[in-house]
């Protein structure tokens, strides 16, 4: 690479001799391997530290210059980096051509959400995964949990929504982003990854391990961040219609218009689906019919070279009808379940890039989530219980990047949150404040060594406050090798439940209440002579604090040949003040009262392993490994003193459970991981994309009385999954899709999101390929 | 009296030498190996007419006619056991539950045990809902997984009784159910299927000497 230096071509061009002349300005046209205008192409002028960016036919004019010898730096997403030495003599240079050539392709993987400023993944000392678009686009999925399940080391959960885990760290530990801000609305900690629509998706990037020292809370175990698509020059659409088996049906569209001042986009998306049922006992379904729609406006303004604006808006409703048995006064009833869930998001961003060097955003985000749900009598649709939840976030954001040079990139932000929610189970309308402040700082010493260090400190009116650091360190041993170790510290803020519920189960008689809210409560039951004793005083029931985890990730990439590369990255995650319940006191009709405590330890540790083989340019395989330890520190500790029992099922007797037998935390799969063939056939232009997914067996929870895993009847059983995409192009811009997922047909007693064998089939129209026609 | 009592013959001999913290005294009591026995399917109240089964660790079931005396060492209706002592009866009874295993809990504790009292029972039913005081069973209700609404009991929980006449016993639960059944089996889970319930399988020790230790 270094002989690019000793191909400086020169170029003398234009050399009128014009001495009144002040401001000699350069300027040209930058092309991209293929001869089309390289847009919006970066421009740097080394020596002056002066840049510009190329408009959207790629010209551009440096104004300004002494005479003097230059060097032209052009960067662009998708290129490679070209230097350009310039003599400006006397006179203004005014048609220089430069054209880029296309960057290999595993050069041209970006990410931004590693250090929030977009960098090279190969730049960046943690590990991040990034699927593209046009993957997601070939494995026909509809929704991001479809994109997921088919990543190494990410398990897709069910409990309340269909979740997510990574590195054996539930749904609440993993914060998803949409273009860099968070998705709000979780329910139970889950956030239901069916709301996201991908068609609009330009790339998903994974960062594993804690980020929190740049994103705050939930960002514990990592970040997904989703970035959604910017329309290509000009007007661009492309229309997309599925159907599925179970009557799912698929419509979606985006439109997008990019001019010189004014980019402006939207994406439409319906989906539907008669939903299934697993159970046939049972009148309700294990996945109601349901009908959701996406709408996804954007727009941008350039003011000029230096000062853009965009404004993203999303907006989400989902609606759900059942039917329910529910048994009142041992008689069976028939109820009507519906319910309603929309959530929404309005985000301008001001982007002020004085030069090249600098960049000024500011953020305000608003987002809101509200769901309803009402049981009624199928008789005579009288209401039997009617609940809601309504929550709305606002955060305001100043981050400001200076670029001090190409080995020293400096990340500084301050921001704001404003968190609102009222629901049935919550008393009034709660407000929670929170400031934070955060600093990066990436060195880039010599080609080979790289390090980035930052922390962020947050403040919140309702919980103790939080330093978060990170560090980590990327080495280039060889061509063939790399080396990458980061340390990071990821907090969890106690959610709302956990602050301020106050419910009482109708039916059971016991109560749950908030810890922010466990001393009036508890005064409440004393008062209306409720309670038969006290547990645990409430006046020393203290703060409770964030979760929080210090994560240490360990990597090595080989390249061994262009054909082949092995990632392998080790972590370990140790988590304390997980939050649990507790009693409290114990009420007079024998039942308790519970609240939130600072209490487990947990450890997660393991590997991930990726393997990716191309043989042939048109031919890749892989194969994907997560090896997963996890367990409980307490419970190891009680295992080890001999304080942990079971009974021999057979005599009923009592006999001391071994640390061999300990089967982890719930949920967890020691083993699982992926195989995947994609090929593409350019003569007959189609291509196939098969994927095996394993994942191992995992605990369900105690069954014999020990609190632990740790007979085989407490397991639930791997399954392996095979699914099977074909896309065929028709004509330019007419693509044909079919496919099978789950081709094996496997269900699941304890995973309700396989309902078997799924073919789907569809059509997808790209505009700009037709109108190109 | 339908009380079938089978005999495990673990042999709790005390080796005198052993016990280098015994007094003098000791070398003069009695040589008696301690007999763990086992009770089966005691019945408790399975018709649930509020009815007790009293219980002598010497002479077994004792009719309910005696609840009054000193006959009786504990009482079992529903997941309620009763000592004789306290508001349940006219005896020295007391009780405490402790973790661990049956034959490795060798030691009675000085201190620690509790009375019948109106409000509470001195044997902690339910576990884990007073702190530092286990209880010997758990209640499954709508648990996701294994059987439902059933009363299982703990693993590692013995529960030390001082008799009516003031010796001590020490006892494990080893089920609620009619035939001391396997709970893990689909038969358990099935509701239709299951064994009756309020009946005890028990094994205890008894000690009869006044030494602390099994």
């Known amino acids: ?70 060097t032209l730096r052009i960067t662009r997403v998708g290129s490679k980096t070209l230097k350009k030495d310039i003599v400006v003599v006397q006179g203004s240079i005014s048609d220089l051509q430069i054209a880029l050539q296309e960057a290999e392709k595993q050069l041209e993987v970006v990410t931004v ?65 949409i273009d860099g801000e968070p998705v709000i609305g979780r329910t139970a900690g889950t956030l239901d990854l069916t709301r996201i629509a991908v068609d609009n998706i330009s790339r998903v990037e994974v960062i594993r391990g804690p980020s929190s020292s740049l994103y705050g809370s939930e960002a514990m175990a990592g970040v997904i961040n989703i970035i959604t698509k910017e329309g290509l020059n000009g007007f661009d659409g492309s229309l997309r219609a599925r159907y599925r088996s179970f ?7 985006n439109m997008s218009y990019r001019g010189e001042k004014i980019s402006a986009s939207l994406f439409v998306d319906r989906l539907s689906s008669d939903g299934y049922d697993l159970t046939e006992e049972s009148i309700s379904m294990t996945s109601p019919p349901y009908k959701a729609y996406t709408l996804s406006p954007k727009i941008g303004y350039r003011f000029s070279e230096k000062v853009k604006l965009n404004l993203n808006t999303r907006f989400y409703t989902e609606t759900q009808e059942s039917e329910q048995a529910l048994t009142l006064d041992e008689e ?14 309005i985000m301008p961003t001001l982007e002020i890039k004085p030069d090249n060097n600098h960049r000024l955003q500011l953020r305000s985000y608003t987002t809101g989530y509200k769901t309803e749900t009402s049981l009624t009598y199928h008789n005579d649709g009288s209401v039997y219980s009617e609940s809601y939840f309504d929550q709305l976030f606002n955060r305001s954001e100043i981050q400001y990047d200076w670029y001090i040079n190409d080995r020293n990139i400096l990340t500084t932000g301050l921001g704001h949150t404003i968190e609102t929610v009222e629901a049935t189970r919550y008393e009034d309308v709660n ?83 908030g810890s922010s809210i466990a001393k009036e409560q508890m005064a409440e039951f004393v008062n209306a002579g409720q309670i038969a004793q006290i547990l645990i005083d409430p006046n020393t029931i203290e703060t409770i604090e964030a979760e929080s985890s210090i994560a240490y990730n360990f990597g090595i990439d080989f390249t061994p040949t262009k054909k082949l590369t092995v990632t392998v990255n080790a972590f370990r995650n140790e988590i304390s003040n997980l939050i649990n319940t507790a009693p409290i006191a114990r009420k007079t009709n024998g039942q308790n009262i519970f609240s939130y405590f600072n209490e487990d330890e947990v450890v997660t540790q393991g590997l991930d392993a990726q393997l990716n083989y191309k043989p042939k340019a048109n031919l890749i395989l892989s194969v994907g490994y997560q090896y997963l330890d996890s367990r409980n520190v307490e419970d190891v500790e009680r295992i080890k003193n001999g304080e942990v029992f079971r009974r021999d099922p057979n005599t009923n007797r009592t006999v001391v459970v071994n640390l061999s037998e ?17 090929y593409i056939n350019s003569r007959y232009k189609f291509d196939v994309a098969l994927r095996g997914i394993y994942r191992g067996e995992w605990g369900l929870g105690d069954s014999n009385g020990n609190g632990i895993v740790d007979v085989d009847n407490e397991l639930a059983e791997g399954y392996f999954l095979l699914n099977l995409a074909i896309n065929k192009k028709l004509y330019k811009g007419l693509t044909l899709e079919v496919g099978v997922n789950n081709l094996l047909d496997k269900t699941h007693e304890f995973e309700p999101s396989l309902p078997g064998r799924i073919l789907f089939g569809g059509i997808n129209i790209n505009l700009s390929e037709f109108k190109n026609l | 009296m339908e009380k079938k009592i089978s005999i495990f013959y673990l042999l709790f001999i005390i080796v005198l030498l052993g016990f280098t913290s015994c ?85 009675i504790p000085d201190e620690g045990f509790f009375v019948d009292t109106e409000a509470s029972p001195a044997i902690q039913g339910r576990d884990g809902q007073i702190e530092d005081r286990p209880g010997w069973y758990n209640y499954t209700g709508e648990a996701p997984t294994g059987p439902k609404h059933a009363v299982l009991t703990v693993p590692g929980r013995v529960i030390i009784v001082k008799t009516a006449e003031g010796n001590y016993a020490k006892m494990e639960i080893l089920s609620y159910y009619e035939g001391n059944p396997n709970t893990t089996t689909e038969e358990f889970e099935n509701l239709q299927t299951r064994p009756a319930s309020r009946h005890y399988t028990f094994r205890y020790v008894v000690q009869k000497n006044d030494t602390k230790t099994f």
Do not use: C
């Open chain 1, 1 to 70: 690479m270094k002989k690019l230096y000793y191909f400086k071509v020169i170029l003398l061009v234009a050399l009128t001799f014009d001495i009144q002349a002040q401001n000699r300005s350069v300027s040209g046209i930058i092309t991209d391997g293929k001869g089309d205008a390289a847009s919006f192409a970066n421009i740097l002028v080394i020596q002056t530290g002066v840049g510009v960016t190329a408009n959207a036919k790629g010209e551009f004019t440096i104004e300004g210059l002494e005479p003097n010898t230059y």
């Open chain 1, 113 to 177: 959400t590693a250090t929030r400023t977009l960098r090279n993944v190969e730049d960046v000392p943690m590990p991040v995964n990034v699927i593209q678009g046009e993957n997601i686009e070939k494995i026909g999925a509809l929704r991001l949990n479809e994109v997921l399940a088919e990543q190494v080391g990410l398990q897709i959960t069910s409990d309340h929504g269909t979740g997510l885990q990574m590195q054996g760290l539930n749904s609440e530990y993993i914060l998803i982003l």
């Open chain 1, 247 to 253: 009557n799912t049906a698929n419509l979606s569209g």
């Open chain 1, 332 to 345: 069976t009833v028939q109820m009507d379940d519906k319910g309603k869930r929309e959530d929404w998001n």
């Open chain 1, 431 to 513: 407000n929670f404040n929170a400031n934070y402040g955060f600093a990066q700082y990436q060195f880039i010493p010599s080609d080979r060594f790289n390090l980035v260090i930052g922390g962020r400190y947050d403040t919140h009116s309702e919980y103790a406050s939080r330093f978060s650091p990170k560090l980590a360190v990327g080495y280039q041993v060889s061509n063939w090798m790399r080396l990458q170790a980061s340390l990071g510290g990821g907090y969890k803020a106690p959610d709302f439940r956990q602050l301020l519920l106050n419910f009482t189960n109708p039916t059971a008689g016991y109560s749950v209440v």
């Open chain 1, 662 to 678: 300990y089967g982890g935390l719930v949920n967890r799969s020691r083993h699982s991981g992926n195989a995947k063939i994609f």
């Open chain 2, 23 to 107: 007094d003098d005294d000791d070398e003069t009591a009695e040589l008696i190996p301690l007999i763990e026995e086992t009770a089966t399917d005691i019945p408790a109240d399975p018709n649930r007419a509020g009815d007790f089964t009293f219980f002598s660790f010497e002479n077994g079931i004792v009719a309910s006619s005696l609840s009054a005396t000193t006959s009786w060492d504990i009482a079992f209706g529903g997941t309620a056991i009763l000592t004789n002592g306290g508001s349940s009866g006219p005896g020295q009874g007391e009780a405490l539950v402790v973790k661990g295993i049956f034959e490795n809990i060798t030691q």
